[in-house]
C-alpha cells in the first residue's frame, strides 16, 4: 500500500535561518511556494543531494507539527481500505492534487501526520 517517504515536512519560525542551516547541510533549496492563497504561509523544499527525496520547511503556526508524506499507488483506494479503521483519523479525505493526482491527510493511532500522494 505504501511506496516510498517523498518528503518530511518540518515547522520553522523562521524561514530565512533554517534555508541557511540546512544548506550548510548540503541540501540544496529547490522550490519555494505559498501554502494558502492570501501567501501569509511559505513552503520551501530543500532536496537531498542524488536522491529524490525533500525536507520541506513550513512556517504556518496552525501547522507546527512534523508531516511525512509517503506515495501510495492509489489514494482514493488506499482510503477506501482505511476508513474504516477507527483508529485512523481523517484531517483531508482524497482531493485533488494541483499537480495531478490525489492528496489525503490521515492521522495515525499514534498521532504521527502522514500526507498520502498518488494517482
Do not use: H
Not at 4 to 12: D, K, L, N, P, Y
Not at 59 to 67: A, Q, V, W
Not at 88 to 93: F, H, K, L, S, Y
Amino acid at each position: 500500500m505504501w511506496k516510498r517517504i517523498e518528503c518530511v515536512a518540518i515547522f520553522t519560525e523562521d524561514m530565512e535561518k533554517s534555508v541557511r542551516f540546512y544548506q550548510s547541510l548540503g541540501l540544496i533549496k529547490s522550490w519555494e511556494t505559498s501554502q494558502d492563497e492570501e501567501k501569509q504561509w511559505t513552503l520551501i523544499g530543500m532536496k537531498f543531494p542524488n536522491d529524490n527525496s525533500e525536507l520541506v520547511l513550513k512556517n504556518n503556526p496552525n501547522l507546527n507539527f512534523s508531516e511525512t508524506e509517503i506515495v501510495v499507488e492509489d489514494v482514493r483506494e488506499t482510503y477506501e481500505v482505511l476508513k474504516s479503521n477507527s483508529e485512523v483519523q481523517w484531517i483531508r479525505t482524497p482531493f485533488p492534487n494541483s499537480l495531478g493526482g490525489y492528496v489525503a491527510v490521515m492521522q495515525a493511532p499514534d498521532e504521527n501526520v502522514f500526507v498520502l500522494v498518488g494517482k
